[in-house]
């Protein structure tokens, strides 16, 4: 145990050596990397807070009914009853005239220019709940939900749920792919900068091998070479999304409270900052595996 712990010290510090040693060249890789990891861990966060938004908004399934200027309260009344005794709604909510003028000048900043209004432009309206959210069915009860007596306008706004679902979906499908292509590209960062370093220490490895040295002995720290390329990699990754979000927070929140909301850019989480260095670090594992193997086969064959 003592020896296998003494062999992966030092191949740790063969590593750090190897790294000081050429300062300016790991940099440029390490920030390589970290650029290249930069682009999913970024587009992932922006699709996280895109869910949350979407997440936020009234529930698309819901549908308003807004009453004409000549209903009475014993008209509002009968249509009450009438909604509450359907199977298909599962939920009323009445939101009178003077309730939604208030609620949006209130909103909006607009208290003194709807004080001046010489009548309430608003009318009444219900906001109903369906029991069953299939889009034909909503369809369907809007179509009799429209005929009811006393009833201007139905509205359902399902469709533009349905189209910010598919738009949040493409994005995922897109991140998945873009995640994949610079997964490889990553791997194949690792393994041309090991290969550089395999073909600097040819002779060396070829004397190892004569003297009694295995592969995995000197397989060992270009493996921790390419692990530990990867996880600094990473960390830059992880900086670089930080500090965008950082930047673009006060411009989102500025663009949020002119739509009369409050909202803010949320970074990588812990779990998500902890995938993101380990799957560097596997990436930089991989790239240098797949090198030195390759290399120690050519050589085998000499």
Not at 154 to 170: F, G, N, T
């Amino acid at each position: 145990m003592k020896t296998w712990l003494t062999h992966h010290l030092q191949a740790l510090r063969a590593t750090l050596t190897q790294m000081l040693a050429t300062p300016f060249s790991s940099l440029f890789t390490l920030f390589a990397i970290g650029i290249t990891l930069s682009l999913p861990a970024g587009m992932a966060v922006m699709l996280d807070n895109a869910t949350q938004v979407a997440s936020n908004l009234p529930n698309p399934n819901e549908i308003s009914i807004y009453m004409d200027d000549n209903a009475t309260p014993a008209d509002i009344k009968k249509l009450q009853t009438t909604l509450s005794t359907r199977t298909d709604i599962a939920h009323t909510q009445f939101v009178d005239k003077q309730t939604a003028l208030t609620q949006i000048s209130q909103q909006l900043g607009l208290t003194r220019l709807v004080n001046e209004l010489p009548k309430n432009p608003l009318p009444d309206a219900w906001i109903i709940t369906p029991a069953d959210t299939d889009a034909q069915h909503i369809t369907q009860l809007v179509s009799t939900l429209q005929k009811f007596p006393h009833v201007a306008l139905v509205q359902a706004d399902y469709k533009w749920s349905q189209r910010l679902d598919a738009i949040l979906q493409l994005g995922h499908d897109l991140f998945t792919l873009l995640a994949g292509i610079l997964a490889v590209a990553l791997a194949a960062i690792t393994s041309n900068t090991i290969r550089l370093q395999i073909s600097t220490r040819h002779a060396e490895i070829e004397v190892s091998r004569l003297i009694g040295a295995t592969d995995r002995y000197i397989r060992r720290p270009f493996l921790y070479f390419g692990a530990l390329q990867g996880l600094l990699g990473g960390m830059i990754a992880w900086g670089v999304v930080f500090v965008s979000t950082q930047l673009l927070t006060p411009q989102v929140q500025h663009l949020a409270t002119l739509y009369a909301t409050t909202f803010s850019i949320q970074p990588l989480s812990l779990m998500q900052s902890a995938a993101l260095l380990l799957i560097s670090t596997a990436l930089g594992w991989i790239g240098a595996y797949f090198a030195v193997s390759r290399s120690l086969a050519r050589i085998e064959k000499r």
